[in-house]
């Protein structure tokens, strides 16, 4: 049998019967197109939870105070309580620590922010100019806290887009307006660049910046500590090195010797990222898993289909055999409409999965990511279903007894 001949008998074999041969190929289509949404969906997860850490900053490191404890360490008043940071502590690790890019010591709390009969309630941090390197700010109108405002206490901003729009409404200047902040007077300087965050406490673009000092002046009243330290390493392949470093400085300088008593944390955004990844990454196989169990089921109702056509056609299958074709000729024929019938489904299911995405995407319900591996992969596990489901009823089909075959009613 020719090749010309085999996609003939192929394309006849799936025509005859266009219903059957169409709810055949939708457990495939279902099954591919499940695969590829699925995992667009937990790659894109993944993407996005990789780029809001990254966005805090580059090459991140994060130090925060300790739990408070009470006498003999028994009572813990929960991480990041104790004031246990100080200025000369940001100022040392500067100093001391190689492969470090920019240090910022941070003053940070929630306040009632008031202006011209709008206020909302947004964090407020004490920065100084290093800041907006470590967290990848960047100003979108005027400009970010510079070091004349921290040697002149002058009483400046700098606000995000979201605590702009709130204040002084969308699409208005804010840019030399004034704001109060505890009965404090501040001029806005500047406006941040949007980071695209949500709403909630920990949106990137609902902040105020000041300067450090003012910070500690006139909204801490305490000059003595710091709320946490930001530094930015020279690149990733040192950040483990860098984090080793400030955790012995710290350790010197706060006079603990036993690590587990430690008065900070240092946080490493590395880890973080890696974290996340580790939990998407679990997510998105579960998710393919789930949406492959339609691939099996898909599978199993291909075989269902060509053994009953083996069974429809046995006939057929006895007068091949009785001029001439060979066990060969007869599995290759049923084992070639199996895999085009799989095929042919993979194909649709891919670009319904891809569309699918596409869709999910554009509405704004999740980002997505479809890679070409994972197109690749399920289009060849379709092809692989088609091969070993069709195996046995193309294999049953060959070993007909030719003279029974014919005989059959």
Not at 338 to 343: D, K, M, N, R, Y
Request: charged share 10%.
């Amino acid at each position: 049998m020719t090749t010309r001949d085999l996609l003939h008998e192929t394309f006849s074999a799936l025509t005859t019967n266009k219903v059957r041969t169409a709810l055949t190929m939708l457990g495939i289509i279902i099954g591919i197109s499940s695969v590829i949404t699925m995992v667009s969906i937990g790659q894109g997860a993944q993407g996005s939870i990789q780029a809001s850490i990254e966005s805090i900053g580059s090459n991140l490191l994060i130090v925060f105070p300790g739990a408070e404890r009470g006498p003999g360490y028994q009572v813990s008043t929960g991480r990041g309580s104790s004031h246990t940071l100080t200025p000369a502590d940001a100022t040392a690790i500067g100093n001391e620590i190689a492969n470090v890019a920019a240090v910022s010591p941070e003053i940070s709390g929630r306040y009632q922010v008031t202006a011209k009969g709008t206020n909302t309630n947004t964090s407020v941090t004490g920065v100084t100019p290093a800041y907006a390197t470590v967290h990848n700010f960047q100003v979108n109108d005027g400009r970010f806290i510079i070091n004349s405002d921290i040697t002149n206490l002058s009483k400046v901003a700098v606000i995000g887009p979201t605590t702009a729009s709130d204040l002084f409404g969308a699409g208005n200047e804010a840019v030399g307006q004034v704001i109060r902040i505890k009965g404090i007077q501040f001029t806005v300087v500047g406006v941040t660049v949007s980071k695209g965050a949500s709403g909630g406490f920990n949106n990137q673009d609902d902040v105020v910046f000041v300067p450090l000092p003012d910070a500690q002046l006139f909204l801490l009243g305490d000059t003595t500590y710091l709320t946490n330290i930001g530094i930015s390493a020279n690149s990733s392949q040192v950040m483990t090195q860098v984090q080793n470093d400030i955790t012995t400085l710290l350790l010197n300088r706060h006079h603990i010797s036993d690590p587990t008593q430690a008065d900070f944390n240092v946080l490493n955004q590395a880890s973080i990222v890696s974290a996340a990844s580790s939990v998407t990454g679990t997510f998105t196989i579960l998710l393919a898993a789930v949406a492959g169990i339609s691939l099996l089921v898909g599978g199993i109702g291909i075989m269902n289909m060509m053994l009953t056509t083996v069974t429809e056609r046995t006939k057929e299958i006895g007068l091949r055999k009785a001029i001439g074709a060979t066990r060969h000729d007869i599995s290759i024929q049923f084992l070639a409409e199996a895999v085009a019938l799989t095929v042919l489904g993979g194909a649709i299911g891919v670009a319904l999965g891809w569309l699918a995405a596409y869709v999910v995407t554009k509405l704004g319900v999740l980002q997505t990511s479809i890679s070409i591996s994972s197109v690749i992969l399920a289009f060849g596990v379709s092809a692989a279903i088609g091969i070993i489901f069709g195996y046995y009823p193309a294999r049953r089909a060959s070993r007909l007894n030719p003279i029974e075959a014919l005989r059959y009613e």
